[in-house]
């Protein structure tokens, strides 16, 4: 079983950039790939994007100039970062495992979004 | 991008009650579809993937049917943990992938 663990702050201005970190147990990042998802207060889920283990990506593309998903192999763990934030992007954001359905998440870390 | 809806958005039932749950894509995703379950400060939970390939895990019960733009998650007999929101999500086009709304069980 997969396990991930998620951080990174929660509390952030307008116009800052988020990072959040998952670090990745019981599996190997290679072979996989590797997602972050937010959700919305309304409950909406949004696919941000992914990469596998050798640095491919792919992004949405209502995010895609702003975000950039990241893997360290030495440290078995995918980065998320999202810049030039506003108070839409306040959700919960989960990291998650799977090519297609997602098969593991993380627990989520709330983000605000507020000066 | 490819926009899943789902129907009903909530729905009451009870314990013992067969309940069904429909999902439908603006477009064909073939059986590119999973289904999630949700329950209030927890990460989605996967339950069916392919349309209706039971999650390791998951009780019997969960069921799933469906290709192309239809689909159909069904709770044989609804249990008291089974209350919960629903998700849908497609993944034969991406990026990006998408989610329905929700069906919330209560």
């Known amino acids: 079983q997969v396990h991930l663990q998620q951080w990174g702050a929660g509390l952030l201005k307008p116009s800052e950039t988020l990072s959040l970190s998952c670090a990745v147990s019981?599996?190997?990042?290679?072979?996989?790939?590797w997602s972050w998802i937010r959700q919305t207060p309304g409950k909406a889920l949004e696919w941000i994007g992914e990469?596998?283990?050798?640095?491919?990506?792919y992004y949405n593309p209502s995010l895609k100039s702003r975000v950039t998903i990241s893997v360290d192999t030495s440290k078995s763990q995918f980065s998320l970062q999202l810049s030039s934030l506003t108070a839409a992007d306040s959700a919960v954001y989960y990291c998650?495992?799977?090519?297609?359905?997602?098969?593991?998440w993380g627990h989520g870390t709330l983000v605000i979004v507020s000066s | 991008d490819i926009q899943m809806t789902q129907s009903p958005s909530s729905l009451s039932a009870s314990v013992g009650d067969r309940v069904t749950i429909t999902c439908r894509a603006s477009?064909?995703?073939?059986?590119?579809l999973a289904w999630y379950q949700q329950k209030p400060g927890k990460a989605p939970k996967l339950l069916l993937y392919t349309a209706s390939t039971l999650e390791s895990g998951v009780p019997p019960r969960f069921s799933g049917s469906g290709s192309g733009t239809d689909f159909t998650l069904t709770i044989s007999s609804l249990q008291p943990e089974d209350f919960a929101t629903y998700y849908c999500q497609q993944y034969y086009s991406t990026p990006p992938r998408t989610f329905g709304q929700g069906t919330k069980v209560e």
């Open positions: 998650a495992r799977g090519l297609g359905a997602f098969f593991d």
């Open positions: 990469c596998n283990h050798a640095g491919s990506a």
């Open positions: 019981g599996g190997f990042l290679n072979g996989n790939y």
């Open positions: 477009q064909d995703i073939s059986n590119s």
